[in-house]
Every structure is written in C-alpha cells, then in structure tokens.
C-alpha cells in the first residue's frame, strides 16, 4: 500500500465532492431567481440517488469484469453491494474503497451535468426518475468502455483496451456522454415559454463566477486524481489543468470581443469551464504549451458553439451542449494532433510524428460514445415523456418552479425587515 498515493486520492476525492455546491451554484446563478432552488435540488437529487446506485450495482457495471468478454459492461454481480471492496489487499498500491468512492462521483457529477440543459421546464420527479434509468443503461456501460483497464484475467472496456484511444479523465464517458443526453433531452422536452425573450438572462453573476471558480479548484482533485498515484503523472495533470483553463478564458473573452463588442463575466466562467473540458481528456498526453494550445482553440469553438442553439432553434439552457459536447470533442480529438511521447500517457499524434492513428481512434471512441448516449436517451425521455410527463404545467413554468415543485423561494425579500426592531423595556424587578 502506497501511503502517499492513498493520501491524494482521498484528498482528491473531497475535491471533487467539492464540485458539487460548485456545479450547483455555477448553474443556479445563470437560471431566473423562480428557479434557482430547483436548478440546486436537481444537481443534489442526482448525485444522491447515482450515489446509491454506485453502492449496489454501479461500481461494478462500470469496473467488474467484462460480461463475456465483450468489453460492454461489466459482471454486476461481481460487486454487488460493494462486496469485497472494503477488505484490506496489502498487494493494492490504493484501497478499492477510495477508488470506489472517487469514481461514484464522476457518475453522480455526470448526470447532473445534464439537467443544466433543461432548465425550468421538467418535473422533479420526472427527472429523478431519468436520471436512475440514465445512469444505469447509458453512464455504466459508457463508463466501462472508458475506464475500465484489462487486469490479470479481468477484461476491461472495448474504448480503452481494444481500440486504444486516450481519454484520462472523462472527455468521452463524461463531457460527450452527458452533452449528447443533454441534447436529447432538449429535443424531446421542447422550448422554455418565451425563449429568446429574456428567460436566458442569468439572474445573479457572483453565484456563477463563485461556482465556477469551486468547479476549477475541484477539478484538479477530478483530473489529478485520475493519475490514481501521487506522481509526476498527477503533478503534469495538474499544470496542464491549470494551463489550458486560463488559455480557454482568453479564447472565450477574445471570440466575444470580435464578436459582440465586449467581454464579460459569464463568458469567463463559460470559458473556464469550457477548457476544463477541453483538457480533460487530454491532460496526462499533452506538454504545457499542448495545453495552452488545446485551451484556447477549446475556448474559441465553445464560444462560437454555444449561438448554435440560436441558428438550430433548440433551448440548451445554461450550454451544456455547446460546452460539454462540443468542449470534449475539441479535446478528445485535439489529442490526435498535440498529444507527445514525453507526457504521461506516451504517445505522439500527428504533430509529433505520430501519424493520423491515434486521430482516428480518438474520433472513433468519441462518436460512438456520442451516437449511444444520444440515442438510448432520446429513447428514454420519449417513454417516460409517455408515461409520467417530463414538462411542468405552463402556469408552472411562468410562475416558477421554485414555489410550485419545492414550496419554497430561494430569496424572501417580501417578508425581510426593512428597519431592526426597538427591543421592549424590561421591567424593574
């Protein structure tokens, strides 16, 4: 057992639940003041209840040895319950425990990612409901392609042993996994009454510049964590991480500029986003100045992506579309081109004399990601749109979601004091 490598993934670990507050504040703060509490609610109820799933199949669809070798998904009985995995293996360089815990909340961060497209119009309880039936058919299996390595008589996922292609931290099983199912959700749910007509406008800027500076802090423990040791390996991750992250701000800020005329807080956190993205699958492949490169193209084409839903007509809400899919195809295929030999992962693309191989196998992992997670959600959000309903009720939607599905409201002004009280006298005696 490495003392040191165990420190850092339960350090990395509390960094990404840190995420959590993070994504939820990120996405609050860019909804109207109706819906901040339900936008908050969804990101909580979703990594609740992935949570749980984790705990009794998900750990080992995702990392159980492949079901007839196939690389698809994983025994779900291997693990059932999480059995096995608390027992002490001193020949285990990490406990499976911490890992376990670590990887639970990439599931549980991943769908909740999705609900940020949907804003303001789908039912709680529609959207508990997709988000278990969401995990388990479409982030298990995806995962398991991704993320599972082949062991000592275990065969792991198709995408990373079979194929070959590199994804270190999720840019496929993550950020295209969740933007495609954003997509189809979008298509399937419909428009926001009034969309374009001043219901996109965030109602509280520091919330979303505070989230988002949460999500970068985290994303270091989500990246660097990733290496699964306290190593060069992490150390790289993590200034690669924090490399292309400014990059992609200074691509995002330069596109609004030539754009519209100005530059703005929100485009600087959708930009730091957007190149945390963007590097995530290539932060162990690529050097230092890969990762200013990887940033800034990451940050120009999100940016110029997002207006997309304009030309197309579809209510990505808060861009997850426009940054989650199309940030982590900028960076699953940029690490084709950019990827060296002297970074963690070891392999040279196209600029380093690597040819167009490991290109093709990166567009090949990350379409057939993207092609499976659109179409099983599109096909579930048809059945349960059938069934239970996914959209509120139009009077829901106007008057806000916050008082209808919660019963509360996220600021009580109506019934906050305007002036202190004058205390009563105390009586003598």
């Known amino acids: 057992m490495d003392t040191g490598s165990t420190a850092w993934m339960l350090a990395s670990t509390a960094l990404v639940c840190l995420m959590v507050p993070g994504l939820a504040l990120f996405y609050g703060g860019m909804v109207a003041a109706k819906s901040v509490l339900n936008m908050i609610m969804m990101t909580f109820g979703a990594v609740a209840l992935v949570g749980c799933i984790w705990v009794v199949y998900g750990y080992s669809a995702s990392f159980g040895d492949s079901m ?3 690389g698809i998904l994983g025994d779900v009985t291997e693990y059932f319950g999480l059995s096995g995995v608390i027992k002490d293996d001193p020949k285990a360089t990490i406990p499976l425990s911490v890992f376990a815990a670590f990887q639970a909340l990439f599931a549980a961060l991943t769908a909740a990612l999705i609900c940020g497209a949907i804003s303001d119009r789908i039912k709680f309880g529609a959207w508990m409901a997709f988000t278990g039936i969401w995990v388990t058919l479409v982030y298990l299996p995806v995962a398991h392609w991704v993320f599972a390595f082949d062991g000592d008589d275990v065969v792991g996922g198709w995408i990373v042993n079979e194929l070959g292609a590199i994804d270190f931290a999720g840019g496929t099983a993550v950020h295209i996994n969740a933007g495609a199912a954003a997509l189809a959700m979008i298509l399937v749910l419909g ?13 509280n800027m520091p919330l979303v510049m505070l989230g988002a500076g949460l999500l970068w802090f985290g994303w270091f423990g989500f990246n660097g964590g990733s290496a ?3 190593s060069n390996a992490a150390s790289v991750v993590v200034l690669n991480t924090f490399t292309a992250t400014c990059s992609a701000m200074l691509g995002w800020l330069l596109v609004e500029k030539l754009r519209d005329g100005h530059s703005t807080s929100l485009g600087t956190a959708s930009g730091a986003i957007a190149g945390l993205v963007a590097i995530t699958p290539a932060c162990g492949a690529v050097s230092p100045v890969g990762a200013l490169v990887l940033g800034a193209v990451g940050g120009a084409v999100c940016a110029l992506a997002v207006g997309l839903k304009y030309k197309f007509g579809y209510d990505d809400s808060l861009d997850v579309v426009g940054i989650h899919l199309v940030g982590g195809l900028t960076g699953t295929l940029l690490i084709g081109i950019l990827a060296t030999s002297d970074a963690p992962n070891g392999v040279d693309g196209l600029l ?4 167009l191989s490991l290109l093709g196998k990166q567009a090949v992992g990350a379409l057939a990601v993207l092609a499976y997670s659109f179409g099983v ?28 599905l919660h019963a509360e409201n996220a600021y009580d002004l109506a ?8 205390p009563e006298p105390v009586a003598a005696g």
Do not use: C, F, N
């Open 191 to 203: 428009k926001r009454i009034g969309w374009q007509k001043g219901t996109e406008r965030p109602h």
């Open 415 to 422: 019934h906050s004091p305007t002036t202190v009280p004058t």
């Open 377 to 404: 959600t599109w096909l579930i959000a048809k059945v349960l749109d059938k069934t239970m309903g996914l959209r509120v009720r139009p009077e829901v939607e106007q008057e806000g979601v916050d008082v209808h």
């Open 352 to 355: 380093y004399g690597g040819g």
């Open 228 to 230: 699964l040791t306290s």
């Open 68 to 70: 007839g070798g196939a």
